[in-house]
């Protein structure tokens, strides 16, 4: 395909999709974040969660975040108002029912997301786009839980969502061109980057930040650093806006697990074997900003 008519094909493809009913699963961070930016967007947000309590929270965190937003002067009030007004919520599936794209952004456990997705094959319309925001688990065997997956990709959006510019776009091993241009061009319409690339465990993103975490996680567990000294070094030697103790306390420390858990299952290499001392973390219940204890206490 010609660049002019591959750019005007994307094109379409967000025109196609614009103002479409877009349907959000999980309120946790990632979830209201990526509801954030599609109702800032144009586009009246569904979000779902089973826990009423999440969801409650997330819609305050939404509401919050744009007021901030509001006070920098990045949108005025009134605009930021209609963006909270197209958010809905819901604690029942069923409410995907008239979904043109669903964004699964629950909790990264692969048991969870494949019922996730057989449930969304079943209610959301035969055309919609379904569309997983994990960090690391196959979008090859997810779409294979469904009956449509030629329209099944990875949308992976970075933390906070209405901050970062990137978008992860992975392509499962059946995922049509047609979805690909569709879902690229949609997070363009959204202002961000899209990146595409193919289905392997933790893509691109997690498979080379992952590791850096994990062995900044063994010199604390061996006694190389402090992490402020840890964090120090990286920042300051690195130029990281972050340190990585920091950043995995942001990302949360279960989630670091279970996504070195996939690296270390699907590459069968001992180099991503999750260190000790996180397993010890996440057994404690120190999850890191979200638990209000991990490497730091908030
Ligand atoms: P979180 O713990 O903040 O939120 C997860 C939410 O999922 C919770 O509100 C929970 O109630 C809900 N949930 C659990 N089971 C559900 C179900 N069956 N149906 C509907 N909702 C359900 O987690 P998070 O950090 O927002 O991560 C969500 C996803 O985003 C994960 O796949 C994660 O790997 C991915 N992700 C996380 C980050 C990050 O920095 N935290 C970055 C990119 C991608």
């Given at each position: 395909m010609s660049q002019q008519s591959s750019s005007a094909s994307s094109s379409s493809a967000a025109a196609h999709l614009a103002g479409a009913r877009v349907a959000v699963i999980g309120a946790g961070q990632m979830g209201n974040g990526i509801a954030h930016v599609f109702a800032a967007a144009g586009h009246p947000v569904t979000m779902i969660d089973v826990n009423a309590d999440a969801l409650q929270k997330g819609r305050d965190t939404i509401a919050k975040n744009l007021d901030r937003q509001v006070k920098k002067g990045a949108v005025d009030a009134e605009t930021a108002a209609a963006a909270l007004a197209r958010v809905a919520t819901s604690t029942a599936f069923d409410a995907v029912h008239d979904a043109r794209v669903v964004v699964e952004a629950a909790t990264e456990r692969s048991d969870l997301k494949f019922r996730i997705f057989e449930e969304l094959d079943r209610l959301a319309p035969a055309d919609a786009i379904l569309a997983s925001n994990t960090s690391s688990i196959a979008i090859t065997e997810?779409?294979?839980?469904?009956?449509?997956?030629?329209?099944?990709?990875?949308?992976?959006?970075?933390?906070?969502?209405?901050?970062?510019?990137?978008?992860?776009?992975?392509?499962?091993?059946?995922?049509?061109?047609?979805?690909?241009?569709?879902?690229?061009?949609?997070?363009?319409?959204?202002?961000?980057?899209?990146?595409?690339?193919?289905?392997?465990?933790?893509?691109?993103?997690?498979?080379?930040?992952?590791?850096?975490?994990?062995?900044?996680?063994?010199?604390?567990?061996?006694?190389?650093?402090?992490?402020?000294?840890?964090?120090?070094?990286?920042?300051?030697?690195?130029?990281?806006?972050?340190?990585?103790?920091?950043?995995?306390?942001?990302?949360?420390?279960?989630?670091?697990?279970?996504?070195?858990?996939?690296?270390?299952?699907?590459?069968?290499?001992?180099?991503?074997?999750?260190?000790?001392?996180?397993?010890?973390?996440?057994?404690?219940?120190?999850?890191?900003?979200?638990?209000?204890?991990?490497?730091?206490?908030?």
């Open positions: 997810i779409a294979a839980r469904t009956k449509r997956p030629e329209q099944v990709i990875g949308m992976h959006f970075m933390n906070p969502v209405p901050v970062m510019q990137l978008v992860e776009v992975i392509r499962g091993l059946a995922t049509s061109d047609a979805t690909t241009a569709t879902v690229m061009a949609l997070a363009t319409a959204l202002g961000k980057t899209p990146v595409e690339v193919n289905d392997f465990p933790g893509f691109v993103a997690n498979r080379i930040l992952m590791p850096m975490i994990n062995e900044a996680i063994y010199c604390v567990m061996e006694g190389v650093g402090t992490p402020e000294a840890i964090d120090t070094v990286m920042k300051l030697g690195m130029n990281h806006p972050m340190g990585p103790l920091t950043l995995a306390d942001f990302i949360g420390l279960d989630t670091c697990l279970a996504i070195l858990e996939v690296l270390h299952d699907g590459l069968g290499d001992p180099k991503y074997r999750p260190c000790p001392l996180l397993r010890k973390y996440v057994a404690a219940g120190w999850l890191g900003r979200k638990s209000g204890r991990g490497f730091y206490q908030y």
